[in-house]
């Protein structure tokens, strides 16, 4: 064999798993990390349960089923609903894990910690996961959880002028590539006859890009279901650049997530092989501007020094501020992985964390309520 031919093969990626392995493995993973979670909850001061879980059937995704979510509210939040009063900020969850693993619970701290201090209702949703349920059910899973609020807000005594979305991890994509699929979906809706104004010349643009370049999507995401911020901790934001090519910009690769859980992750969601790295309900990084004017102008992007994808991050934040000028602020977390706020130690939660949870709520709490007082 020619050493051309030696070196072709060498760099080739490895034939894809069967799915059924697939899904042995991620069940098998899913076991320890909820023993892991366990552990992580055990650590003083423990976190809450949700008040109360609701299950919910989805619309968007081909393959129909039901998600959970899961509700955290302030102390007197039983007591606005039966005066049918005062309506609460919500934001809406999505936990990490890699679109594999995870469960809503994960965050309880996370979402205690909104409750208290922006005095919000908090939303945790349990989306379908990979490899049963690949690209895109998560992402519009999440549409789903957002839509399903606001046609019961009333019910729920939930500000629709107020919401903002969270997340960690692949969670934290989910934070910009839901708002985008949402948006579209919001675009079907426009009437025919709406439809019928738009210009011969416009009709033949794609549908996204006919929606921003005349306002129309933008006015309806921010009348009926206005997303006022966004809270994304370590996100991934550009899956066109491979594991390699990520972890080649990390200096301590010694504190990389192992490619073992990577692969899973990637062979299990990127679904099918051939499937397109530069989707923009994958990759936020690299969709077209129209696209993502529309995210909300609010936008909070939490890193980790030692993770993989903290190159990307900051790439996208400089883009969003400097391309779409949006209101970002992006901080590095020093001397941290990946997920370092998750750690399974039962004796105590890791140092430092809180004190970036009540950082990023104080923002929060400025977005939502007008200002970090209120």
Same mark, same amino acid.
């Given at each position: 064999?020619?050493?051309?031919?030696?070196?072709?093969l060498?760099n080739?990626?490895?034939?894809?798993?069967?799915r059924?392995?697939?899904?042995?493995?991620?069940?098998f993973?899913?076991?320890?990390?909820?023993i892991?979670?366990?552990?992580?909850?055990?650590?003083?001061?423990?976190?809450?349960?949700?008040?109360?879980v609701?299950?919910?059937?989805?619309?968007?995704a081909?393959?129909?089923g039901h998600?959970?979510l899961?509700?955290?509210?302030?102390k007197?939040y039983?007591?606005g609903?039966?005066?049918?009063?005062?309506r609460?900020?919500?934001?809406?969850?999505?936990?990490?894990?890699?679109f594999t693993l995870?469960k809503?619970?994960?965050?309880?701290?996370?979402c205690?910690?909104?409750?208290?201090?922006v005095?919000?209702?908090?939303?945790?949703?349990?989306?379908?996961?990979?490899?049963?349920h690949?690209f895109?059910?998560?992402?519009e899973?999440?549409?789903?959880a957002?839509?399903?609020?606001?046609?019961?807000a009333?019910e729920?005594?939930?500000?629709?002028d107020?919401?903002?979305?969270?997340?960690?991890?692949?969670?934290?994509?989910m934070?910009?590539?839901?708002?985008?699929?949402?948006q579209?979906?919001?675009?079907n809706?426009?009437?025919?006859?709406?439809a019928?104004?738009?210009?011969v010349?416009?009709m033949?643009? &794609?549908? =996204?890009q006919?929606?921003?370049?005349n306002?129309?999507? /933008?006015?309806?995401?921010q009348? @009926?279901?206005? !997303?006022? *911020?966004?809270v994304s901790?370590?996100?991934?934001?550009?899956?066109?650049?491979?594991?390699?090519?990520r972890r080649?910009t990390?200096?301590?690769?010694?504190?990389?997530l192992?490619?073992?859980?990577t692969n899973?992750?990637?062979?299990?969601?990127?679904?099918?092989?051939t499937?397109?790295m530069?989707? &923009?309900? =994958?990759?936020p990084g690299v969709?077209p501007?129209?696209? /993502?004017?529309g995210?909300p102008? @609010?936008i909070? !992007?939490? *890193?980790?020094?030692w993770?993989?994808?903290v190159?990307?991050?900051?790439r996208?934040?400089?883009?969003l501020?400097?391309?779409l000028?949006?209101?970002?602020?992006?901080?590095?977390?020093p001397g941290?992985?990946?997920g370092?706020d998750k750690a399974?130690?039962?004796?105590?939660?890791?140092?430092g964390?809180?004190?970036h949870?009540?950082?990023?709520c104080?923002?929060?709490?400025r977005?939502?309520?007008?200002?970090?007082?209120?």
């Amino acid at each position: 064999m020619s050493s051309t031919s030696q070196a072709t093969l060498t760099n080739e990626q490895p034939l894809p798993r069967p799915r059924w392995i697939l899904h042995i493995q991620a069940q098998f993973w899913r076991m320890l990390m909820g023993i892991g979670m366990l552990m992580h909850r055990l650590a003083p001061p423990r976190p809450p349960k949700p008040n109360f879980v609701r299950k919910i059937p989805t619309t968007i995704a081909a393959r129909q089923g039901h998600i959970l979510l899961h509700f955290y509210t302030p102390k007197d939040y039983g007591v606005g609903r039966q005066l049918n009063g005062h309506r609460y900020p919500v934001v809406v969850n999505f936990h990490g894990g890699g679109f594999t693993l995870g469960k809503a619970t994960d965050d309880a701290r996370w979402c205690k910690t909104v409750v208290d201090e922006v005095n919000a209702v908090v939303v945790s949703v349990d989306y379908r996961l990979a490899p049963e349920h690949p690209f895109p059910t998560a992402v519009e899973d999440g549409a789903d959880a957002i839509l399903y609020l606001a046609e019961h807000a009333r019910e729920l005594n939930l500000d629709l002028d107020k919401i903002a979305v969270s997340g960690f991890s692949s969670g934290a994509n989910m934070c910009f590539t839901v708002p985008l699929r949402l948006q579209e979906e919001l675009f079907n809706e426009i009437s025919d006859e709406e439809a019928r104004r738009l210009s011969v010349i416009q009709m033949r643009r &794609p549908p =996204l890009q006919k929606a921003f370049s005349n306002g129309r999507l /933008l006015v309806r995401v921010q009348r @009926e279901i206005s !997303i006022k *911020a966004i809270v994304s901790w370590y996100p991934p934001t550009d899956y066109t650049h491979t594991r390699e090519q990520r972890r080649a910009t990390c200096t301590r690769l010694d504190q990389q997530l192992p490619a073992i859980f990577t692969n899973l992750f990637d062979e299990s969601y990127l679904q099918p092989p051939t499937l397109d790295m530069a989707n &923009p309900y =994958l990759s936020p990084g690299v969709a077209p501007d129209y696209m /993502l004017a529309g995210l909300p102008q @609010e936008i909070i !992007i939490i *890193a980790c020094e030692w993770d993989m994808l903290v190159a990307e991050a900051e790439r996208f934040s400089q883009r969003l501020q400097q391309d779409l000028g949006k209101s970002v602020r992006f901080r590095v977390v020093p001397g941290v992985p990946h997920g370092w706020d998750k750690a399974p130690n039962p004796l105590r939660v890791t140092p430092g964390v809180q004190t970036h949870y009540l950082e990023a709520c104080r923002e929060l709490k400025r977005c939502l309520n007008g200002s970090s007082d209120a």
